[in-house]
């Protein structure tokens, strides 16, 4: 039995999120330049989304580049942002064929016109799509997000649109980027790294996380496939205690 055959449809999480990380390192390895390695990366999302989009995941978010990436090499972030902005406008019409919704979190104004015409264009193109829904996290962090938030409810406070004291988590929520979707159920961080970097800290509270050392430029379909089975296995308690007992196996 493959892989994928070894998933439970009826349990899959509705949201997985991925921290895209190992460019880098795969292109020191390679002896190339690190663009180079930000560029076969580019497979690795059409893998994922593919893979997502057949089993009938509903929200797929990819953190694409953070607010904290803005500190790159000016050269590195240059060729990042003419990467995705080739990469969107190659990749809408295949998007919109496989029925999938292209949705962006994070501070776009702050990426280059060209990125953000290419977005709304992307955007608006698949908008009427009911397949799964690809977030791209673009110039994103937790901390600016919830700090936006913030922000925006002392402004409704002082407007008199909201009363402080009906703040509770419910509402704080409805003023995050990611209001529109469930929280992720499982997060997947490539490359060895065991540390969520500032992504979707409000989200992520009991979220599964799962880490493997594959660098991004080689995941594919089956490394995808192994995060949910291993997430599958998993129980989810919620801070609850199971009440059912277990049997216990004594060998003699």
């Known amino acids: 039995?493959?892989?994928?055959?070894?998933?439970?449809?009826?349990?899959?999480?509705?949201?997985?999120?991925?921290?895209?990380d190992g460019n880098g390192r795969w292109a020191k390895k390679?002896?190339?330049?690190?663009?180079?390695?930000?560029?076969?990366?580019?497979?690795?999302?059409?893998?994922?989304?593919?893979?997502?989009?057949?089993l009938g995941i509903e929200y797929l978010t990819l953190y694409a580049f953070s607010t904290e990436n803005w500190r790159r090499p000016r050269s590195e972030i240059d060729g990042l942002m003419t990467l995705l902005t080739s990469t969107i406008a190659n990749e809408t019409r295949k998007l919109n064929k496989n029925n999938v919704r292209l949705l962006v979190i994070g501070n776009v104004t702050d990426?280059?016109?060209?990125?953000?015409?290419?977005?709304?264009?992307?955007?608006?193109?698949?908008?009427?799509?009911?397949?799964?829904?690809?977030?791209?996290?673009?110039?994103?962090?937790?901390?600016?997000?919830?700090t936006e938030s913030v922000k925006q409810m002392c402004k409704d406070v002082r407007s008199g649109k909201l009363d402080p004291d009906g703040v509770d988590s419910c509402l704080l929520e409805s003023y995050l980027t990611t209001s529109f979707m469930p929280d992720p159920e499982l997060l997947i961080r490539t490359?060895?790294?065991?540390?969520?970097?500032?992504?979707?800290?409000?989200?992520?509270?009991?979220?599964?996380l799962y880490f493997t050392p594959v660098l991004w430029p080689d995941y594919r379909k089956e490394h995808f496939y192994e995060a949910i089975i291993d997430y599958q296995r998993r129980e989810r308690r919620f801070g609850k205690v199971d009440e059912k007992p277990r049997a216990f196996t004594v060998n003699n």
């Open 30 to 54: 390679k002896g190339v330049e690190r663009l180079f390695g930000h560029r076969n990366g580019v497979e690795s999302v059409r893998q994922v989304v593919e893979a997502a989009g057949e």
């Open 111 to 146: 990426l280059p016109n060209s990125v953000q015409k290419n977005l709304t264009q992307a955007m608006k193109t698949t908008s009427e799509n009911t397949g799964l829904q690809l977030v791209l996290g673009l110039s994103y962090s937790g901390r600016w997000e919830i």
């Open 191 to 208: 490359s060895g790294e065991r540390r969520i970097s500032n992504f979707m800290l409000w989200q992520l509270a009991y979220t599964e």
């Open 1 to 20: 039995m493959n892989l994928k055959e070894q998933i439970n449809r009826e349990g899959l999480p509705r949201h997985i999120a991925i921290i895209m």
